[in-house]
C-alpha cells in the first residue's frame, strides 16, 4: 500500500475517524485506524463496536492495498508533520513509514483483516437536514441525558417523526427537553432512540453550515448519517421510550416573561456560593413585576431581583440552579416564558409555537427556614 | 468601610492580587485579601509569608475602614458582576456587601488586624527596566529552575548586577541558563538569588509593554518591584549562588549553525514516540553539512535531517529532547549556534554576544545497540 495525500487533506480525515475510536478498549485493533486502498479511494474506518465511521480521504494511490495503524500514534504524527505532502507507505511485514520531505517516522501496523468491519446496511429513504440544524437540535437537547448506564434508554435521544415533523427528546428523570422542526421533504412516521454518546460526536464533526446537508437513514437497528465525503452508522437503543405527552400538557397559575441573559447571568452568580455536590437550590420568588432570586450557603447569601411581565399568581419556588441554566444557554431567544403552577409542579420553559419546551422539576425547599 | 468602584478596575487590582494568595494555607487570613480605605486611596494587600503585593485600587470613598475578604470569593462575584458601578460595604460585624445593580451579595469578612501586614524596607536605588524587558528575561531563563526543595538555591534565580550589566541564571543540575542585558543607568554591583515562585508570579502581572516601566529595588534579605500602581515585595533565598563562570568557559571541537524552527519542530516530533517519564535520549549525528536526528521507542522510530552548517569535527551525541527543547522555545532568533566537544561533554547554545547561553549536559547512549 503507498499513498501520498496533502497534510492538511490527512489530518481532517484523520480528525473524523478519531471520534469512533474508543479511549481504551479490551480489543486492541480497535484503537486503531483502519486504511483501505483501492484505485479508485483511500478509506480510513474506525469502529468502536456501537459506532462506526467511515471517511474518504483525498490524496493520491501508488499502490492498493491496507493496513491498520494505532489511531493515536498516527494522529500525532501527522498533526506535527510539515504542513507539506505526506506519503504512507506498508511493507510486507506491516511496517508502516510515513514520510514528509526529510522527516521519516516507522510504525508498526496490524493486518486489517483483524479490524471489525462495519455491518452493510441498505439504506431505504432518506430524511435530509442541514448540518446546521442537526448541530443544533443536538446540543439543545443533549445535556439533559442520563449518564447513568443503570437506565439505557435515558442514555439516548428519542428521534420521532410524525406528520413531517422531527422531534428530538432528551430526559434524565429531573427534566426533559424537547425541539421540534418541521421537515423540508415528506418522511414516514418513525420513532427511534439515539445513544447520546453518538450524538456527541456526530455533532463534534458536522460543519454547523446551513448549506451543508446531511443524509439520515434509519432501520430496525441502526441509524447512518451520511455527509461530505463520511458515513457515521451507529447502533439504535432498543426498547420503548417514555410516553411524555402526557408530562408535557396541562394547566398553569403563573406565566412570566423575563430576558434570557439577565435571568441565567444571575443564576450564574448564585451559584458562586455553593459547590454542585451541595445541590443547594435557587429559591425564586414571583411577585407582581419582579422576580427575585435568593441562595444561601455557608460561604454567604445572594439577593437578586430582575424586571419581569406576570400572569396569574404570585408564587416562591426552589430550582436546581444548575438545570435552569443548562436550558437557558442553549435558548436563543432574547425573552423567555416561563410556567409553573405550585411550588411542587414541574415549570416549562417553551415558546408559543412550542418549537422547544424544557420541563424542570423544582426542588423542595424549607421557606420557614430561609 | 464604603468604597464604589467600577467592575474592571477592581477586577484588574483583584487579578495582581489573587498572584500572593496561598491556595491552600494553615493560616486562612492569608487566603484573603486586605483591603485597607483611607480618604487618600484603596489598597488591597496579600501576603503568602514570602511574597507580599500591595496595589493602589480606582475608585471613590464613600467612608474609610478596612476588612479582610476571602480573595477567591470576592474574584468569583467580582468576575461575575455586571460591568457597572460595584460597591463594597462593610457593618460593625465585619459582614461585607457588595452591591451592583440589583444584585447584592452578603460575605461574612474577617478582621483586617490579623492580617500579617508587609515588612517595610527602606528603599535605596532603584534598577530600572521595562517591563517588557523583564518579563522576558524571566521567561528565557525560568524553565530550568529546580523544583525540588532539596536544593533551596536552585529553586531560585541569581540576578547579578556587574559593571552594569545585568546577568540572570537558573540552574537544575542537568543545565544552566543565563540572559545577560546592559543596564541603561549604572547600578552598584549586586547579587542575590530571587525565588523562582516570585519571579513566576511578577511575570503573570507584568504589562510585558517596552514603554511600561518597573523598578527594581534590592536589601539584603528582599527584592521590590514597583510599577503601576502595584509594589510586589519577596524575600530572597539565603546563600551563596553556584560558581557557573568555570563551567560557562571553554574550548569547542564543533560549531553547527541551524535552523532554530526546524530544529525545534523535529525535536518536538521525535517526541511523540516516547512519554516523558521514559527519557529517551534523541540522537544527534553531525555530519558534513547535515544533522541526523533519531529517536527509537517501543512505539517506533524517527529519522530527520537537517541542513546545516558545521565547523570542526562529526559528533554522534544524546539529549534529553526536553532540554534541547526548553531552551529553544526561548530564543527568538532565527538561526542558532551549537558547540559540542564530546559526547560526555556540555554543549552550549550561544550567541556571538553571550547576550544569552544554554549549556546543556549530554545524555548517555547506547551507540553500539541502535
Redesign the interface.
Known amino acids: 500500500m503507498k499513498i501520498t495525500c496533502q497534510k492538511s487533506d490527512l489530518l481532517s480525515s484523520v480528525n473524523i475517524a478519531l471520534r469512533a475510536v474508543p479511549a481504551k478498549s479490551t480489543m486492541p485493533i480497535l484503537e486503531c485506524i483502519a486504511i483501505d486502498v483501492t484505485d479508485s479511494f483511500i478509506k480510513f474506518t474506525t469502529n468502536d463496536m456501537e459506532l462506526g465511521i467511515e471517511t474518504i480521504v483525498k490524496g493520491s494511490v501508488q499502490e492498493t492495498g491496507s493496513i491498520a495503524i494505532n489511531a493515536k500514534?498516527l494522529s500525532?504524527?501527522i498533526r506535527?508533520?510539515?504542513d507539506s505532502e505526506i506519503c504512507i507507505e506498508t511493507d510486507t511485514k506491516y511496517m508502516v513509514t510515513i514520510t514528509c520531505g526529510?522527516?521519516?517516522?516507522?510504525?508498526?501496523g496490524k493486518v486489517s483483516d483483524e479490524f471489525p468491519s462495519l455491518p452493510v446496511i441498505e439504506k431505504r429513504e432518506a430524511m435530509i437536514l442541514s448540518q446546521f440544524t442537526l448541530k443544533d437540535l443536538i446540543r439543545q437537547t443533549v445535556f439533559s441525558i442520563s449518564d447513568s448506564e443503570n437506565n439505557k434508554i435515558m442514555t439516548g435521544e428519542l428521534f420521532e417523526v410524525e406528520d413531517n415533523k422531527l422531534r428530538v427528546v432528551s430526559l434524565d428523570g429531573h427534566r426533559i427537553s424537547v425541539r421540534r422542526i418541521d421537515l423540508k421533504d415528506e418522511f414516514r412516521n418513525t420513532k427511534v432512540i439515539v445513544p447520546g454518546k453518538t450524538l456527541i460526536e456526530i455533532s463534534k464533526i458536522l460543519s454547523g453550515e446551513i448549506s451543508d446537508e446531511v443524509r439520515i437513514y434509519f432501520t430496525d437497528k441502526h441509524i447512518i448519517f451520511e455527509f461530505d465525503d463520511t458515513m457515521v452508522l451507529s447502533r439504535l437503543i432498543e426498547g420503548e421510550y417514555y410516553k411524555i405527552n402526557q408530562m408535557l400538557s396541562g394547566d398553569y397559575d403563573t406565566k412570566i416573561t423575563v430576558n434570557k441573559k439577565e435571568f441565567l447571568?444571575?443564576i450564574?452568580?448564585a451559584t458562586?456560593?455553593v459547590k454542585e455536590s451541595e445541590k443547594k437550590p435557587i429559591i425564586i420568588g414571583v411577585k407582581d413585576n419582579e422576580m427575585e432570586l435568593e441562595m444561601t450557603s455557608n460561604?454567604?447569601?445572594?439577593?437578586?431581583?430582575?424586571d419581569i411581565m406576570k400572569e396569574g399568581s404570585d408564587i416562591l419556588i426552589g430550582f436546581n440552579p444548575k438545570f435552569l441554566m443548562d436550558a437557558l444557554r442553549v435558548i436563543d431567544e432574547e425573552e423567555v416564558t416561563i410556567y409553573m403552577t405550585n411550588p411542587k409542579a414541574p415549570c416549562f420553559i417553551k415558546d408559543k409555537e412550542e418549537s422547544y419546551i424544557y420541563l424542570i422539576l423544582p426542588v423542595n425547599f424549607n421557606a420557614a427556614a430561609r
Chains 1, 2 share one sequence.
Open positions: 500514534i500525532d504524527i506535527k508533520l510539515p526529510k522527516s521519516k517516522f516507522s510504525i508498526p447571568d444571575s450564574d452568580r458562586l456560593l460561604i454567604g447569601s445572594m439577593d437578586e431581583s430582575i
